[in-house]
């Protein structure tokens, strides 16, 4: 799981252009939306295309996205849970 | 249609963003690929916004920025913008990312950051400016075009202060197209030995530029401007000569009212005849200048004329970078742009001292 973290985290910063912030600012426990990192409704489009290019990984349900992208760990966990 | 000039910025591959300096100290470049020194963008962007912006964008929303304090105006009564390629980073990113992806997985920002209008559509939503707001695409009279509707907003009395401007950039992979049509030259020439070059193409450049116009002079006003026209494709020498007498004619000025012609001498033999036929000719009594060497070729580049004609009528001084001769005029009352992209837009430019 640390190493998906890991892995998750820079390539966020890479896809959000994330220019200022470094892995270890992220906590895996902090809101992405909002407080915390501060993204916004474009982002969330990044990171569900995020899921599924890197992953392989389709958000079905638009009404997940709220869980699932809450933190960096409740996102690495869905991709552990759903990664075929 | 005229208009004044309040305040202005330009970010060009010269150290002009922030109008300190009037081109003393010219940058020389070796290269034909000019690319723009830019500003801090810290000090005019929210980073959490900038994150998103390509390179263009960022420069002309920092130009625009820094022309409105210059002219002290917090909200413009009208955007219009004049941009030839738009946002083409962004469009190469969206479009490779198509070709690369089999057209799936395409990421939002760039898409949404592509138009050609995304640079007045920004400003607008920073400065939160729900007013006109216009984006004009029309290759080497884009500049203009914006310039003609501002114009012509001022005369109606629509607007008070237009905020108009300009932005291409240059990419490589645009650089690598344009050059197998042949706009650039195949060997290296330095910024100030392009006006003897004798071979075809010139040097690719890339420029932001905006500028306050009012129907009012304002507290830090440079110049006014008094006349514009664009010429498609003339049959001959003649043909432009008419264009100019008439321009002047309209403004109850001769010739001889002309203190400095600004041309656009880009170093290519099959183009240049066009102005140096003025400027030996018509216009010989006239202080001549250049620009072109400074900025490189691209569709927008008389607005970095345009700059540079507005800062020579309000510091009354000539930089020896853009002199051709010697200056045969003092006081500077009237300012000709000339220019032409590729001997197909002409454009033809009157700017006066207030």
Not at chain 2, 24 to 53: D, F, G, H, Q
Not at chain 2, 191 to 206: C, H, R
Not at chain 2, 253 to 279: A, C, E, F, R, S
Request: charged share 20%; aromatic share 10%; net charge negative.
């Amino acid at each position: 799981m640390d190493a998906l973290i890991d892995k998750l985290k820079g390539e966020i910063i890479e896809q959000l252009n994330l220019e200022d912030v470094k892995k270890e600012d992220i906590n895996n426990d902090a809101p992405l939306f909002g407080d915390g990192l501060g993204l916004d409704s474009i982002d969330a489009l990044e990171l569900i295309v995020l899921l599924e290019k890197n992953y392989g990984i389709k958000v079905a349900n638009p009404q997940d996205g709220k869980k699932i992208f809450q933190s960096i760990r409740t996102m690495a966990e869905y991709i552990q849970a759903n990664q075929k | 249609m005229e208009a004044y000039i309040n305040g202005l910025s330009v970010i060009s591959p010269q150290n002009t963003f922030n109008n300190s300096d009037f081109l003393s100290e010219p940058v020389v470049y070796t290269t034909n690929y000019l690319s723009c020194i830019e500003p801090s963008y810290k000090e005019y962007l929210n980073p959490t916004l900038a994150r998103r912006m390509a390179r263009i964008i960022k420069m002309g929303i920092a130009a625009s920025n820094i022309c409105m304090k210059d002219a002290n105006v917090a909200m413009p009564d009208a955007i219009i913008t004049g941009t030839a390629l738009g946002c083409l980073e962004d469009t190469e990113k969206f479009l490779w990312a198509i070709i690369e992806n089999e057209e799936q997985f395409l990421t939002p920002t760039s898409f949404i950051q592509s138009t050609h209008n995304t640079v007045s559509a920004q400003i607008a939503l920073q400065l939160k400016c729900m007013n006109y707001n216009f984006t004009y695409v029309h290759k080497g009279f884009s500049f203009e075009s914006a310039l003609l509707d501002s114009l012509m907003t001022i005369a109606e009395g629509e607007a008070q202060n237009v905020l108009t401007g300009a932005h291409d950039e240059m990419t490589d992979k645009y650089y690598k197209v344009c050059d197998r049509i042949g706009y650039w030259k195949k060997e290296n020439v330095s910024t100030f030995d392009l006006i003897n070059s004798k071979t075809n193409g010139s040097i690719a450049g890339e420029g932001a530029a905006f500028f306050m116009l009012g129907a009012q002079k304002g507290e830090n006003v440079y110049a006014k401007i008094r006349g514009l026209k664009t010429i498609y494709k003339p049959e001959s020498a003649a043909e432009i000569e008419k264009h100019i007498n008439q321009l002047l004619a309209e403004k109850g000025l001769t010739i001889n009212d002309i203190d400095v012609v600004l041309y656009g001498i880009n170093g290519d033999v099959q183009y240049d005849h066009v102005y140096y036929n003025l400027k030996d000719g018509l216009l010989k009594n006239s202080s001549a200048t250049y620009f072109k060497h400074l900025c490189g070729e691209y569709q927008t580049a008389s607005s970095f004329a345009m700059w540079i004609a507005a800062m020579i009528l309000k510091t009354q001084n000539i930089p020896h970078a853009i002199l051709i001769g010697e200056n045969k005029r003092k006081p500077i009352k009237n300012v000709l742009i000339y220019n032409t992209f590729l001997n197909i837009d002409h454009s033809l430019l009157l700017l006066s001292a207030c």
